[in-house]
């Protein structure tokens, strides 16, 4: 069993910053891919960005440039480095893996873009 603890949410003024980290527990880390998403009042959760175990992240078209993915194996976390943040960035923020065909989840983060 996988579970996951996001923290790092906030309310941030458009244009700032914030980082996301997710603690995940198991032994599964280092073999699992390992996923941000979000979603916002109304909307559908969407997939933000993707670490896989290995090669490149992927991201969302509407975040690619502005938000970085990163994976520490050695403290079983992963990273979402948010830059230049916008209003429609607002949302709760997921943290997200499935080694099977069972998916974890993380309870959310909230992330509040608004001057």
């Known amino acids: 069993q996988v579970q996951l603890v996001e923290s790092g949410g906030g309310l941030v003024q458009p244009g700032g910053s914030l980082r996301l980290s997710c603690a995940a527990s198991?032994?599964?880390?280092?073999?699992?891919?390992m996923d941000w998403y979000r979603q916002a009042p109304g909307n559908e959760r969407e997939l933000v960005a993707t670490?896989?175990?290995?090669?490149?992240?992927n991201y969302a078209n509407s975040v690619k440039g502005r938000f970085t993915i990163s994976r520490d194996n050695a403290k079983n976390t992963v990273y979402l480095q948010m830059n230049s943040l916008k209003p429609e960035d607002t949302a709760v923020y997921y943290c997200?893996?499935?080694?099977?065909?069972?998916?974890?989840w993380g309870q959310g983060t909230q992330v509040t873009v608004s001057s």
């Open positions: 198991g032994r599964l880390f280092r073999i699992v891919a």
């Open positions: 670490m896989p175990i290995a090669g490149s992240p």
């Open positions: 997200h893996t499935r080694p099977g065909v069972i998916h974890y």
